[in-house]
């Protein structure tokens, strides 16, 4: 059984180019949420698909957005890059019904490096 | 504004001691916190979740503890060992906002052989 699987792997990219991330869940779960690390800090919540509509958002720019498919896999879009948005983009998946005290299982992550 | 707080220095222990790491929070009413382990360049691990009417939890040599009148949770590994050294996450949860986490900063934990 796999668990989440997310690709890239590792990605370089300049300043005002656009990225897109890839993240399938874990089988059997229909929830994926998006999280940015940065160097030394915690995740930082970004948002969550559920049904294919985003559900809730953290405090992103409208510059990042994303998208849920009806096999529940997931990609996250960065328009306009700076070079703040330099970290590890993780996708973790859960399931909706459950969410309330159920965990989240979180993929290898995505290292995003802009210059 | 809503803060989480763990020791942002490194928790450097013998093997076999008792690593003690605390995570506190304000302005938070949290239903549960969760403790999640993340090893470099990966991502976090879900190791335990305590809910507020819990004031301890144990899972093999993990023991967890719940405070929400200090609105504090220590997270306890007995009988360490160099296995362990990683760094700690945990994430207080709402009801309302439970299907979204909130991480503090994490502890990196050392265990020296």
């Known amino acids: 059984d796999a668990g989440v699987t997310q690709s890239p792997t590792h990605l370089i990219k300049t300043r005002g180019q656009q990225v897109t991330l890839r993240c399938s869940p874990k089988?059997?779960?229909?929830?994926v949420s998006w999280y940015q690390q940065a160097l030394g800090q915690g995740p930082q919540f970004i948002f969550q698909?559920?049904?294919?509509?985003?559900?809730q958002r953290g405090n992103f720019p409208d510059r990042f957005s994303g998208h849920q498919f009806p096999n529940y896999s997931s990609e996250l879009n960065v328009n306009a890059l700076l070079l703040g948005d330099s970290a590890l983009y993780l996708c973790?998946?859960?399931?909706?019904?459950?969410?309330?005290?159920?965990?989240?299982?979180f993929g290898p992550g995505t290292r995003l490096t802009v210059l | 504004s809503q803060k989480i707080e763990q020791n942002s220095e490194a928790l450097n222990i013998q093997e076999g001691k008792t690593a003690t790491l605390t995570c506190n929070y304000t302005?938070?009413?949290?239903?549960?916190l969760q403790w999640y382990r993340q090893d470099p360049g990966r991502g976090p691990v879900f190791l335990l979740l305590?809910?507020?009417?819990?004031k301890e939890k144990r899972k093999e040599r993990l023991k967890v503890t719940f405070d929400t009148t200090l609105k504090q949770s220590l997270f306890h590994i007995t009988a360490s060992q160099p296995a362990d050294s990683a760094t700690y996450l945990c994430?207080?949860?709402?009801?309302?906002?439970?299907?979204?986490?909130?991480f503090g900063s994490g502890t990196r934990l050392q265990v020296q052989p």
């Open positions: 973790a998946s859960s399931k909706w019904w459950l969410a309330e005290h159920n965990e989240q299982f």
């Open positions: 302005n938070y009413s949290p239903a549960y």
């Open positions: 994430a207080p949860v709402h009801l309302t906002g439970r299907r979204a986490l909130t």
């Open positions: 089988s059997g779960h229909d929830t």
């Open positions: 698909y559920y049904e294919e509509e985003e559900r």
């Open positions: 305590i809910r507020e009417n819990e």
